[in-house]
């Protein structure tokens, strides 16, 4: 049976949404939560914004004006260069102009409702987001919401992930990964009172993009459209920026055998930029990390023992008859990826590396290079996962 209705976390809105008003759903991204701000600075390029607390409006921020919000006491204290507005524990900055039933793309319109945000302590360089913004205060930070449309979030996820210089069917196929992405995450952290957060744990998020105006387009003409698995159920639509010439399978990284995400040869992505990588570390600090793994080394053991191939992707590492996940060294010696060689070298090994991420899905890297090759956005989402199609939201069945 097809979908009928679907619940996106009624966080702000408690609306229930239909599939023929998903595209138009606004989604309430948690942003900066990695930073910990405790001081930040606020403006409104168009001036139509007001900064509410409850039904009351605390100030208009007319344009070419600030607002300064500090953490104080476990609250938010609010002033400008006239006054003082006290303490509050949450409060709204909010445009009436802004719709969220639309991408805006238009630059210089009102109807953009843009604001900026630039961290004081710690510093950080200004953002400018679209939609409204969610400001609450526990003891020790200050918590930013943005709450801003599905078509302006994905295009700001797509320059995030992907820069501003990409071809046009590279956009097409990244806007269509990360939209299933969004969907199918929207209970990432649920429990912290917001979707999806603007880091790599969800995507990359760095507010409105601005650098090419293709990935607008790329949102708008491939309106709806998701992956799904051969039951119409969203698949999980990872990436990862260079998979070194061969993808991993998702059950060799996590836990999950997934029909779709299976190791394929990948051609496009050997001579790219972020294909290979080399990292040197100490013989001792290597033995003590195994060590610290409950790996037992003999003191008589060759450095030359240490020494691995991997012509094809394999998930353990072993060394005196035990063995370790190569998850594990990655995570813990901060590699690239999981795809290496170790070679001995006096008293180091020399770790000689493929790609960088976890490998799984698609290779960003690689469909780029496909997209400049002239391949299209669906040939591309059909080389990295295998077995899937490209439908429309509404098509999907129940989960």
Avoid at 275 to 289: H, P, V
Avoid at 321 to 338: C, F, M, N, P, W
Wanted: contains cysteine; charged residues 25%.
């Amino acid at each position: 049976m097809t979908i009928k209705t679907i619940v996106l976390i009624p966080i702000l809105t408690g609306i229930l949404l239909t599939p023929t008003i998903l595209y138009s759903q606004e989604i309430n991204i948690g942003i900066l939560r990695d930073k910990n701000p405790q001081k930040f600075l606020i403006e409104s390029p168009t001036g139509n914004y007001k900064l509410k607390s409850g039904k009351k409006t605390l100030l208009h921020l007319k344009k070419g004006r600030t607002a300064i919000l500090n953490l104080t006491k476990g609250s938010i204290n609010i002033s400008n260069e006239k006054r003082d507005y006290g303490l509050h524990k949450q409060v709204y900055l909010v445009s009436r102009k802004y719709k969220f039933n639309k991408a805006h793309d238009k630059d210089g319109s009102k109807k953009n409702a843009e604001f900026n945000v630039k961290l004081l302590d710690p510093k950080l360089n200004l953002r400018t987001y679209q939609g409204n913004l969610k400001i609450s205060a526990d003891e020790k930070k200050v918590l930013l919401t943005n709450i801003v449309s599905m078509p302006d979030y994905l295009a700001g996820v797509v320059e995030t992930e992907s820069g501003s210089k990409a071809e046009p069917e590279y956009y097409k196929n990244q806007v269509i990964i990360s939209r299933t992405y969004a969907f199918k995450n929207l209970n990432n952290h649920r429990k912290e009172g917001f979707q999806l957060c603007d880091g790599v744990h969800c995507q990359a998020y760095k507010g409105k993009s601005t650098g090419n105006e293709n990935i607008q387009k790329a949102v708008s003409k491939t309106k709806d459209l998701v992956i799904a698995n051969n039951e119409n159920k969203l698949v999980d639509a990872v990436f990862s920026a260079n998979c070194g010439g061969q993808t991993n399978n998702s059950e060799d990284v996590w836990t999950s055998n997934t029909s779709y995400l299976k190791s394929i040869e990948d051609i496009y992505c050997t001579d790219q930029p972020q294909a290979k990588w080399t990292k040197t570390i100490s013989f001792i600090d290597f033995k003590k990390f195994l060590k610290e793994k409950n790996i037992s080394i003999p003191d008589t053991l060759s450095i030359d023992s240490f020494a691995f191939r991997q012509p094809e992707r394999t998930t353990l590492y072993n060394i005196a008859g035990q063995e370790i996940k190569l998850t594990v060294l990655r995570t813990g010696l901060a590699l690239r990826s999981t795809f290496f060689d170790i070679e001995a070298n006096g008293n180091e090994l020399i770790f000689k590396g493929k790609g960088y991420g976890h490998g799984v899905g698609m290779c960003q890297e690689g469909a780029m290079n496909m997209a400049r090759k002239g391949f299209k956005y669906d040939e591309i989402i059909k080389y990295y996962y295998k077995d899937v199609k490209i439908i429309s939201l509404d098509k999907l069945q129940n989960e």
